[in-house]
């Protein structure tokens, strides 16, 4: 047979460019697959997991490349469905590969590390037959037990070392220190089988005579297992360990006695990390209404002409009922269903829906998992769980991660809540879209897509009117519940009356008083949380600021700090003005702490949770506040934007909005529709089941006109006032953007890089390009911030555009003085 020399292109979780290629060991020829991760050296002393991305026999010509160190995997654990979507992202979004790669991988798949070497367990050091090189690191390794490449290189006094250590990996007398500990390890468990001998009951029946007369422990044991597994008893029968010896209260000395004795057989099982209760899917209990039935037919009419179909339902619709009726289909065409959500806290409430008609064929995955839980849902969707650990999941739910699942036959994509800014990534690149990325994937399995929202984004609705998406609707409640009543407080009269309290007007008091009375709940939303916004000197005015970034801190009373919500910075709270010397500091604003803390001073008999991101960090937070509220456990709930997005309770008579101010004049083009959006959406959570509910939005100017729509529950009217402002003003949907972000710690360096690149492109684009200017926050972490904004027509080629970017950033930063100016890409900036 032909010795062929096969090269891999290998991608690596780093922001570089391209893949790189490397020398696949002749030995690995036949086992080597694309989507396999390798072991690697990258530069002098780094050792990385990289990603097969091609395999061939095209010998590089401008290098020699390095060896393959070794195969990290048996099976791909990477499809090549995931490496286009990983391509046509790093494309589309302006970042690389690796920056995608680093996004998609669960951590325990990217092994990096100082080229470390140890003795194999499994060498038995002869020096007789070890040359002089290997004969020195193997002494060296026996005393140090770890030596770096660069050490070994100094050891044996020639820098290109890795042929050497190639070749003692290859004769198993040094391991890369990673395949010792790797990150991942299955969950085991001890079980106990009986030996085959004693399967046959004479054998049996003489082993108990046997163990009666002197070991009655042994016997307690034995009889606990019968028990257990019951008759016939079989090989395959086994126990837990620990259940056994829990049942019988007995020593683990007595089992280890009968496991000693051949009688016991103990044996080491990979088991779930997932708690599973065995349930059975109930498809015969999921009756649609009218309406639902009228929305699911018209979906399946859209998808014969379209891939994408938008579901515009109103609040407490039943859209939920219309995606399970179409996951039904999905599954018994035999293929994948992606459930995609913006929010962790919202898989909590789903989870148990979607079990109740598909039972454990659906699986959760979210950052909130450990690193051993998504590799475990990693490799059962790849179909690498060669323990048999779970069945193949049918359905995946979970926020923007999950799109990067190994999927390799989807047919449906949920993307509920589809206008939510979650499902937009901002830190660290690539800064995608999650909506528009499973789109892109959904081309690649042929599989068609649902957006649903109550408040759809403007762009996808535009593009539903425009025929790109089919268009369904839901325009009543589930059961004829009625929606909401809106009433807008105008705060101005509520002060001049004085009639507020604290921060809660006089008609939501009584609200509230009338909820509790009649044993229903409360959400209140306050779109910022911490105690207080800042704190003032009420001579100077003075206000503290984080020392890395232009904000100011918003101080905490749980914590007694001032905290900046941008870098992490944190410092106590002075006792006096560091600048007059004045003790009158002031508390300005109010965040949901401070809510939660003045509502419990004016109701102290009331018990009140709060959902926000300082009472959500730990892994079961979500559930536990949610599962409280749903328990009625908690008789007012407060949170930030985790409310309002879909979260279904049947018992809440009051909404509360207490600042929409501060919503509607934030300044950015899609403030008024987040506003519309948040308002409504938080709406929803009341008046569910037989009762109307009441939303109570408190107001400076309560004739705004978004307030108007959001009374009448009127979408179209904001919908189309907003489309007339934006075709004005260029932005989208008939205009695309991209901003442009510099970075520097020099303020001066930054304005003049920044000036000239955005004069470089100027001279392309002309009116088109916005800036340089500092965003709202110019500095973050000590480094200034400038951004340009480029305004791109409908028909103009975005990859001309993309490529015209790049060039402009090249020739700016091939000015010496603008080398270390840090840019970044935001395409289609949320």
């Not at 597994?229 to 020593?251: A, H, N, R």
């Not at 949610?626 to 009051?654: A, P, Y």
Request: aromatic fraction near 10%; charge should be positive.
């Amino acid at each position: 047979m032909d010795r062929i020399t096969l090269f891999a292109d290998v991608l690596l979780p780093l922001p570089i460019e391209g893949a790189f290629t490397y020398r696949v060991p002749f030995d690995l020829n036949e086992f080597i697959r694309v989507g396999q991760r390798v072991s690697i050296q990258f530069g002098s002393k780094k050792i990385y997991a990289g990603v097969v991305k091609k395999v061939h026999t095209d010998v590089p010509q401008n290098h020699v490349p390095k060896y393959i160190i070794t195969l990290l995997d048996e099976k791909p654990i990477v499809n090549t469905i995931q490496l286009k979507l990983w391509e046509w992202m790093a494309g589309y979004y302006m970042s690389t590969e690796g920056d995608v790669m680093n996004a998609a991988l669960p951590t325990a798949f990217k092994l990096s590390s100082e080229s470390k070497i140890v003795l194999s367990p499994t060498f038995m050091p002869d020096f007789n037959i070890l040359n002089p090189f290997e004969y020195q690191i193997t002494e060296a390794l026996i005393e140090k037990k770890k030596l770096t490449v660069d050490e070994i290189s100094k050891l044996v006094g020639y820098k290109k070392v890795l042929p050497l250590i190639k070749t003692m990996i290859d004769h198993r007398m040094i391991v890369m220190e990673e395949e010792l500990n790797n990150i991942y390890k299955p969950k085991t468990e001890k079980r106990i089988s009986i030996s085959g001998t004693f399967i046959d009951e004479e054998n049996l029946q003489k082993l108990m005579d046997e163990l009666g007369k002197r070991a009655h422990k042994q016997l307690e044991l034995l009889m606990a297992f019968i028990s257990k597994v019951g008759f016939p008893l079989t090989t395959e029968s086994s126990v837990k360990q620990s259940d056994l010896i829990k049942i019988t209260e007995g020593s683990s000395s007595a089992l280890t006695a009968l496991v000693n004795k051949e009688i016991f057989i103990s044996t080491k099982k990979t088991i779930s990390r997932f708690d599973y209760e065995k349930q059975s899917s109930e498809s015969s209990s999921l009756i649609l209404s009218d309406h639902q039935t009228d929305a699911y037919n018209v979906i399946n009419q859209s998808f014969s002409k379209h891939n994408v179909v938008l579901l515009h339902g109103v609040t407490s619709g039943g859209k939920t009922e219309v995606y399970i009726k179409l996951i039904f289909d999905a599954i018994n065409a035999g293929r994948q269903v992606l459930y995609m959500l913006p929010e962790i806290a919202l898989t909590t409430q789903i989870i148990n829906r979607l079990r109740k008609y598909f039972g454990d064929e659906v699986g959760v995955y979210h950052s909130r998992y450990s690193q051993n839980e998504r590799v475990e849902v990693w490799n059962n969707v790849a179909g690498c769980d060669d323990e048999n650990i779970h069945a193949k999941y049918k359905i995946i739910l979970g926020p923007r991660s999950s799109l990067f699942l190994p999927f390799d036959n989807l047919g449906l994509i949920i993307i509920d809540e589809e206008h939510d800014s979650s499902y937009k990534q901002y830190d660290p690149a690539p800064r995608y879209n999650a909506r528009d990325a499973a789109i892109y994937l959904a081309t690649l399995h042929g599989a068609k897509v649902i957006l649903g929202s109550a408040t759809p984004a403007i762009e996808s609705y535009y593009n539903s009117k425009s025929g790109k998406y089919g268009f369904a609707e839901i325009t009543d409640r589930y059961s004829g519940v009625k929606l909401p009543k809106v009433v807008i407080v105008n705060l101005k009269e509520e002060l001049k009356r004085r009639m507020m309290k604290s921060h809660f007007s006089s008609v939501l008091m009584k609200g509230i008083d009338k909820a509790l009375e009649n044993k229903q709940q409360v959400i209140l939303f306050q779109n910022r949380r911490g105690f207080s916004l800042r704190i003032e000197c009420d001579v100077c005015h003075w206000v503290p600021e984080c020392k890395n970034c232009d904000v100011t801190l918003t101080y905490h009373k749980y914590s007694e700090l001032l905290k900046c919500h941008y870098c992490g910075y944190s410092t106590t709270v002075p006792p006096t003005c560091p600048h007059c010397g004045n003790a009158g500091l002031k508390m300005q604003g109010f965040g949901t702490e401070k809510v939660s803390e003045e509502l419990g001073l004016l109701l102290p008999d009331v018990k009140i949770d709060r959902m926000d991101l300082d009472t959500t960090r730990t892994k079961n937070a979500f559930t536990r506040i949610i599962s409280n509220f749903e328990d009625k456990e908690t008789d007012i709930l407060i949170g930030t934007q985790m409310v309002t997005k879909g979260l279904d309770f049947d018992n809440v008579q009051i909404v509360g909005v207490l600042s929409a101010d501060s919503m509607l004049s934030f300044p950015d083009f899609r403030a008024h529709e987040r506003s519309f959006q948040l308002m409504l959406q938080v709406s929803g959570r009341s008046g569910r089941k037989d009762i109307q509910g009441m939303v109570v939005i408190q107001a400076w100017k309560p004739n705004h006109p978004i307030l108007k729509d959001v009374v009448n529950h009127d979408y179209t009217s904001m919908y189309l006032r907003q489309l007339a402002e934006r075709k004005k003003f260029y932005y989208p949907p008939y205009y695309r953007l991209i901003i442009i972000r510099m970075k520097h710690r020099n303020p001066e360096i930054l304005n003049e890089g920044a000036a000239v690149f955005a004069k470089d492109l100027r001279a392309l684009y002309g009116k088109l390009v916005y800036g340089p200017e500092f965003p709202l926050v110019g500095r973050v972490r000590n480094y200034y911030i400038k951004q340009t904004m480029l305004k791109i027509p409908k028909g103009a080629s975005l990859t001309d555009v993309k490529k015209n970017i790049h060039e402009s950033v090249i020739r700016t930063k091939s000015n010496s003085g603008f080398k270390s100016i840090i840019v970044q890409f935001d395409v289609d900036p949320q």
